[in-house]
């Protein structure tokens, strides 16, 4: 079974500040690893992802994260928040031998102060 | 269209009413989900249909809710009997299901509210 735990369920950083958002996950096979993002009455969209190759994975939005296999961990991060960046992020595993159906975090909700 | 469409929007129902919710996925992806966004539960999955094959129906909660898929394409979700614990967002995402990994697309959501 696969498990994704995202730490701190708001978080709260000022306009052009580091933003750091935390994910481990557990998964019995490699993982295919994914953050996804949700605007306020809006589906989700998906910032970044990861599967083979190199670790440093960048998605769109300046939004980056690592992959670490020996901490199981997953963290984005964006070097200068803007205001738009307030919203919802999950960050999920895929569950390659069950049809690639994602495992989710509880969310982290970023709040960006001005 | 260009995405993934879900109707209605919004619903809302009386406890012990059944409800149907739809989904249109990206033209050509032969990969459908349906999972299930609510406060107490967080993103679940729910079901997944591929190609001709047979769903995985793993994650449905009860057998009060059932989901088919016509001609490869729309999907619907039903649940009978509805209880107030099944207001949520219902979200719909398809992908292009081949066997390399490809990103899901989800579509806007379906907001349920049992009365």
């Known amino acids: 079974a696969q498990s994704v735990t995202q730490l701190g369920s708001h978080v709260s950083v000022s306009e052009g500040a580091l933003v750091l958002l935390r994910c481990n996950y557990s998964s019995s096979v490699p993982p295919y690893l994914f953050w996804y993002v949700q605007y306020p009455n809006q589906g989700l969209q998906l910032l970044l992802k990861?599967?083979?190759?190199?670790?440093l994975v960048k998605g769109i939005n300046g939004f980056e994260a690592e992959f670490k296999k020996s901490e199981t961990s997953f963290h984005l991060t964006k070097p200068s928040a803007h205001m738009s960046d307030a919203a919802e992020y999950f960050c999920?595993?895929?569950?390659?031998?069950?049809?690639?159906?994602?495992?989710f975090g509880g969310g982290t909700r970023l709040m960006v102060k001005p | 269209g260009a995405g993934v469409s879900q109707s209605p929007s919004n619903k809302v129902t009386e406890k012990g009413k059944d409800v149907e919710l739809r989904c249109d996925p990206i033209?050509?992806?032969?990969?459908l989900y349906w999972y299930r966004q609510s406060l107490g539960q967080g993103l679940e999955f729910l079901i997944y249909?591929?190609?001709?094959?047979?769903?995985?129906k793993s994650g449905l909660p009860s057998d009060r809710f059932s989901a088919e898929r016509t001609g490869g394409s729309v999907s619907t979700l039903t649940i009978q009997r509805t209880q107030q614990e099944d207001s949520a967002v219902y979200l719909c995402?398809?992908?292009?299901?081949?066997?390399?990994?490809?990103?899901?697309?989800f579509g806007p959501g379906t907001r349920l509210t049992v009365l």
């Open positions: 995402a398809s992908s292009s299901g081949l066997r390399t990994l490809n990103e899901q697309f």
């Open positions: 033209s050509g992806h032969t990969a």
């Open positions: 999920a595993v895929s569950d390659q031998n069950a049809g690639n159906m994602l495992t």
């Open positions: 990861y599967t083979t190759g190199a670790t």
């Open positions: 249909f591929q190609g001709n094959s047979a769903p995985d």
